[in-house]
């Protein structure tokens, strides 16, 4: 496939994901196996009031209360990291930190895929 059509085809597809995720009022993230922010939800900046830059910036654990880390550590870093993960939904709750340092508990329903 010549580049162009790639770059096509991959801007099409990041269109449709941001519009898919967009159409939920729940708060939802796209991460990779580092932990790291690749796509948000429009509910998540309004939500947290980071933007998608900040938030590139970021790891999930980075948005976590510093009293809910000890819990959080480990259910992320399994999932980041264990192969045996994938497919498996681990639901949880924590507070996260938002923009204004406001503490804001979550519900956490988190999914690894490749």
């Not at 938030?55 to 480990?74: F, G, T, Y």
């Not at 870093?77 to 204004?100: F, L, N, P, S, W």
């Amino acid at each position: 496939m010549p580049d162009d059509l790639h770059k096509i085809s991959a801007s099409s597809a990041d269109t449709e994901l941001r519009h898919f995720l967009n159409m939920s009022h729940d708060v939802m993230a796209v991460c990779g196996l580092d932990g790291t922010f690749h796509r948000v939800n429009s509910t998540f900046n309004a939500h947290l009031g980071y933007s998608d830059a900040e938030l590139r910036q970021m790891s999930m654990i980075d948005l976590v209360h510093e009293n809910d880390r000890l819990q959080m550590r480990p259910i992320l870093q399994g999932m980041m990291q264990d192969d045996k993960m994938e497919g498996r939904i681990v639901d949880c709750e924590a507070r996260v930190i938002g923009r204004d340092k406001q503490a804001h508990w979550m519900d956490w329903r988190i999914k690894r895929a490749n």
